[in-house]
C-alpha cells in the first residue's frame, strides 16, 4: 500500500487516491500506477493556477482555490495542464 493511497471506506477492494481524493474501484497495481501516471505523472507535482500563478500541492487544493477565487474558470479548468 502507498503512501499515496488509503483504503476505501467501503471495505472493498478500492482504495482513495489521497492526491485527488479519487475512488479507485480497483485498488490493484497496474491500476493505481496506471491512475497515478495519467492523473499524477509522478507523485510529487505541483499545480499552477492559470489565472493567478499560485502554485498548490494538489489538485484537490488547487481545484478548491479555483471554486473560491475564479468561479468562472471552474467547469473548463483541466488540472492536468496545469501541472507545473
Ligand atoms: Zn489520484
Ligand atoms: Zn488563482
Known sequence: ????????????KG?????CGSHLKDGGRCNVRRHM???HLYYNLRYRCPA???VYKSQNSLRCHVSMYHKEMR???DVRK???
Open 1 to 12: 500500500m502507498s503512501r499515496n493511497l488509503a483504503e476505501a471506506p467501503d471495505g472493498g
Open 52 to 54: 493567478c500563478e499560485r
Open 37 to 39: 501516471k495519467d492523473m
Open 75 to 77: 467547469l473548463k479548468l
Open 82 to 84: 496545469c501541472v507545473v
Open 15 to 19: 482504495v482513495v487516491c489521497l492526491l
